[in-house]
């Protein structure tokens, strides 16, 4: 696994002044890399798009719709019951009354275990680091130049600075997973040393 260090950048302009202020400083070419990352959600992960598999918001839809079906059916076959002791109704009539109320119930319950999971997702009940969108430039670096690295990305005007570990290959971050939380860096001013060799 490589070393990696990388920022955000708003505009390509930016973080390419940014790389030449990285080759200036010593590191090479095939160590520097940049990309654009979508906006969150946008990733395509899966087939039909989107991040992730599910809506957190609809993790407990099941239980709500499970909990909806038996009380909707009790509801429905007292109600169907009512129906056929006041107006002397066929006995299907509980039946259906029964499976009308088991479905309106679980539509209900699956309804309210959404709205309550919604509650749950307000923006200021989560805490959790989440990438945001730009450009983002990635160093491949060693531990005696991280430091080095992530002052000049700081120096450029670089956001979000972050460390990672992943596979760098043919001078690009190969294993780039947009969807991870970043490992925030702080730079070292007194990383000022040229790196004394070419990175692995």
Same mark, same amino acid.
């Given at each position: 696994?490589?070393?990696i260090?990388? /920022?955000?950048f %708003?505009?390509?302009?930016?973080?390419e002044? /940014?790389?030449e202020?990285?080759?200036?400083?010593?590191?090479?070419e095939?160590?520097?890399?940049l990309?654009?990352?979508?906006?969150?959600?946008?990733h395509a992960?899966y087939p039909?798009g989107?991040?992730?598999?599910?809506?957190?918001?609809?993790v =407990?839809v099941?239980k +709500?719709?499970?909990?909806g079906?038996t009380?909707?059916a009790?509801?429905?076959a007292?109600?169907?019951?009512g129906?056929?002791?006041?107006?002397s109704?066929?006995?299907?009539?509980?039946a259906?009354?029964?499976g009308?109320?088991?479905y309106?119930?679980?539509?209900?319950?699956?309804?309210?275990?959404?709205?309550?999971? =919604?509650?749950?997702m307000?923006?200021?009940?989560?805490?959790?680091?989440q990438?945001?969108? +730009?450009v983002?430039?990635?160093?491949?670096?060693t531990? =005696?130049?991280?430091?080095?690295?992530a002052?000049?990305?700081?120096?450029a +005007?670089?956001?979000?600075?972050?460390r990672? %570990?992943?596979?760098?290959?043919?001078?690009r971050?190969?294993?780039?997973?947009?969807?991870r939380?970043?490992?925030?860096v702080?730079?070292?001013?007194? /990383?000022?040393?040229?790196?004394?060799e070419?990175?692995?």
């Amino acid at each position: 696994m490589s070393l990696i260090v990388a /920022a955000r950048f %708003t505009t390509f302009p930016a973080a390419e002044d /940014a790389a030449e202020r990285l080759f200036a400083a010593g590191f090479v070419e095939e160590d520097v890399s940049l990309f654009f990352v979508n906006p969150r959600g946008q990733h395509a992960r899966y087939p039909i798009g989107g991040d992730q598999n599910k809506d957190a918001a609809s993790v =407990d839809v099941p239980k +709500g719709a499970g909990m909806g079906v038996t009380v909707g059916a009790v509801i429905g076959a007292i109600v169907g019951v009512g129906i056929f002791t006041a107006f002397s109704a066929p006995v299907l009539v509980s039946a259906i009354a029964a499976g009308v109320g088991a479905y309106i119930g679980s539509l209900i319950g699956a309804m309210y275990r959404t709205r309550d999971n =919604d509650t749950n997702m307000r923006p200021e009940r989560v805490h959790y680091e989440q990438r945001d969108s +730009g450009v983002l430039l990635a160093v491949h670096v060693t531990p =005696d130049t991280q430091q080095q690295a992530a002052q000049v990305l700081r120096d450029a +005007g670089g956001a979000s600075i972050e460390r990672a %570990t992943g596979r760098w290959q043919q001078g690009r971050w190969a294993d780039f997973d947009p969807t991870r939380p970043p490992q925030p860096v702080q730079a070292d001013r007194s /990383a000022g040393d040229r790196p004394r060799e070419r990175h692995a």
